[in-house]
């Protein structure tokens, strides 16, 4: 494959594009908000989920979203519930005994987990009888809040609480070198706590570019242990192990080792699941829609005496937190799908997990590699097509890599860089067809410019259209030479006026040019009164030969017309000698750096010029050697002339007269 400045300045532009583009990603978050915008609009795409519609008052049709799992519900303190209470006298923060009736119903139903988003940090009235009604339960969970900066927290028990929240803690990694990100903690009240199946952090953080959560820690370093989120503690409890079944490796992933079979979505030999992380121990949240994507009801229903006769609660995992109440739930945050409550986050991250569905992030290297594949794809292929194939190429590349990005996403959730690739192909695109432009339109000027004078419009036309048919500089091709002659041309001029024998020249010379270029030859040069012209380059022609021979014939035919008309006007008549050769010939610029020309060279070239000369011995008007019959011998009528010696042939060359076409 060859390449020529052009090819190898576009590759540079693309590369130069590629590094810049690299360097950015790599070592800045520039573009990072645009990257982050980009696995949004990946979710938009695949969102499958129908919100609950409303029937009436307090009846709502639900459809449930195919990705949901049937056994996560949310129970929210939603409008309906406050305004049922608020009938009561009871408003919002509701009575801890408020709590204690509904989970004692609730609990009557054998849920797997009762999870309250709700934080019991102060001592309250009811505190032991909701603490009664926890230990009844013997599965509510209860979460807490790790701070990003120490708080004066005036709770004379800390030390009480610390020591039941480190009942639950794990080593940390030997290779972690990460800063812990959290400073304190305010646990829940020591008798809700000691009364709770688990206690967990239900921190929300963030991302640093925007205010989306896309990740969720499963873990968070504190003391120089890690403690788990309540998402982990409810999936270690839905699996029944423990803390020694928990494994983890910074930046790679947390092991769920020795787990049952029969409750895994995607069981395995080793019976473990590896929820990957990120370096800080975040997980990736794969979520499945937006608002009303989970089964929820009312958390007024579940106020009740006595207990669920039926089984539709059973080994369900019960979310209870603010939802969907305008002025109490405050826990909202920005998710891909937009304003989201707090109660979905922790919905969309256990499912996630106790799915198996993580979304699997490409590594920097592996995503620089895509960038450098585009890179040097754009860079080879963009100089080598018409603009027009480029315009197309590139646009079908880009909805190419969007479609693969999303589909990659979609089936197997393998999440690769998407805003990157796609600047990079516009920037790439721009920049080498704006340098083609400036190139082509200098490059179709030197064209017009040297081969208007030389070749027909006709040929004019077809290179600018495609410039890669000109290939300048010195190159060997089968080619067909004209040389043509006036026999006589000294005695003539000497019986004519200067200006009249210019007249009579110009008018003669105009009309050989015109049958070159009518049969599309190339014009090389004027010598006094000699034409010199050739068939075959700088447009390649299968049948330069014949349409040379045809020149040939026809300049000899107007020659004839212009005799007549001459000899009526008392000019001198002209008489000429036509000699036609072809073979290997040399073509392309030559000359100095101040001066050059579009011409051919070699032996061939000459035997040409020496047939137009040897019309003189034989009494003819057109010759062309053997070399030249052999190529349109079916379409000529000729005359076999002689066997020549010509200088510069090692062995004689057999002339023919050439008298007309067949057709």
Not at 21 to 34: A, E, M, S, V
Not at 263 to 278: F, G, L, T, W
Request: charged share 25%.
């Amino acid at each position: 494959m060859k390449f020529n400045r052009n090819h190898i300045f576009a590759l540079s532009i693309s590369l130069f594009i590629f590094m810049l583009l690299t360097i950015l990603y790599k070592y800045t978050n520039i573009i990072d908000g645009i990257e982050k915008g980009a696995i949004d609009f990946r979710f938009f795409l695949r969102d499958p989920s129908e919100r609950s519609k409303k029937i009436q008052d307090g009846v709502r049709e639900y459809k449930p979203n195919p990705r949901a799992r049937k056994d996560i519900i949310i129970l929210g303190i939603d409008l309906n519930t406050i305004r049922s209470f608020g009938e009561e006298g009871i408003s919002w923060p509701f009575p801890w005994n408020i709590h204690a009736k509904f989970t004692r119903y609730v609990g009557s139903g054998n849920p797997a987990a009762i999870f309250f988003d709700i934080m019991f940090v102060d001592h309250k009235p009811y505190e032991k009888e909701l603490a009664d009604a926890i230990k009844e339960a013997k599965n509510v969970f209860l979460d807490y809040a790790f701070e990003t900066i120490e708080v004066d927290k005036k709770i004379s028990d800390i030390a009480e609480r610390e020591i039941i929240l480190n009942k639950i803690r794990f080593p940390l990694d030997p290779d972690d070198k990460t800063p812990a990100w959290v400073e304190d903690v305010e646990p829940p009240t020591p008798l809700l706590a000691s009364a709770a199946k688990g206690i967990g952090c239900a921190n929300i953080r963030p991302d640093p570019i925007d205010p989306t959560i896309r990740k969720l820690p499963m873990i968070i370093k504190y003391n120089n242990y890690y403690y788990p989120s309540i998402d982990l503690v409810i999936v270690m409890h839905y699996y029944g192990i423990g803390k020694d079944d928990v494994e983890i490796k910074m930046g790679k992933f947390l092991k769920l080792k020795n787990l049952p079979l029969e409750k895994m979505a995607k069981p395995n030999p080793k019976r473990e699941i590896s929820v990957p992380i990120d370096d800080m121990g975040f997980m990736n949240i794969n979520y499945i829609g937006g608002y009303g994507s989970f089964q929820h009801y009312p958390y007024y229903y579940f106020y009740q005496d006595g207990k669920i006769r039926n089984k539709s609660l059973e080994n369900k995992i019960l979310l209870v937190a603010a939802y969907a109440a305008t002025g109490i739930a405050t826990d909202i945050h920005k998710s891909p799908y937009g304003d989201t409550y707090g109660i979905e986050h922790h919905a969309n991250m256990l499912n996630t997990i106790l799915n198996q569905d993580f979304i699997i992030e490409l590594s920097e290297t592996e995503n620089i590699l895509i960038l450098l594949a585009i890179a040097l794809l754009m860079g080879f292929l963009l100089q080598r097509i018409s603009i027009i194939s480029s315009i197309v190429l590139t646009t079908l590349f880009a909805l190419i890599y969007i479609v693969g990005a999303y589909l990659l996403f979609d089936s197997i959730n393998l999440l690769c860089i998407l805003a990157i690739p796609l600047i990079q192909i516009g920037l790439t695109f721009s920049f080498i067809i704006a340098y083609r432009v400036m190139t082509e339109q200098k490059e179709k000027k030197y064209i017009r410019q040297t081969f208007s004078k030389f070749v027909s419009k006709s040929v004019v036309d077809e290179l600018l259209l495609d410039p890669d048919k000109l290939k300048l500089g010195g190159e060997k091709k089968i080619l067909t030479v004209l040389f043509s002659d006036i026999r006589g041309f000294t005695s003539i001029s000497e019986k004519m006026t200067p200006e009249a024998l210019v007249e009579h020249l110009n008018q003669y010379l105009e009309s050989m040019t015109n049958i070159v270029f009518k049969y599309n030859g190339t014009l090389d040069k004027y010598v006094g009164d000699e034409i010199m012209a050739f068939w075959g380059a700088p447009v390649y022609q299968e049948d330069h030969t014949l349409l040379a021979c045809k020149a040939a014939i026809e300049m000899m035919n107007d020659l004839n017309s212009l005799n007549e008309e001459w000899k009526k006007n008392g000019k001198p008549v002209l008489d000429i000698g036509i000699g036609l050769n072809t073979g290997d010939m040399v073509v392309g610029n030559m000359g100095s750096s101040s001066r050059m020309d579009y011409t051919l060279m070699g032996d061939n070239v000459n035997l040409g010029a020496r047939l137009e000369g040897t019309n003189k011995v034989y009494k003819t008007n057109i010759i062309i050697s053997e070399f030249t019959y052999e190529y349109v011998k079916n379409n000529i009528i000729a005359r076999e002339l002689d066997v020549i010696r010509v200088k510069g042939k090692e062995l004689p060359v057999m002339i023919y007269e050439l008298i007309d076409i067949k057709e």
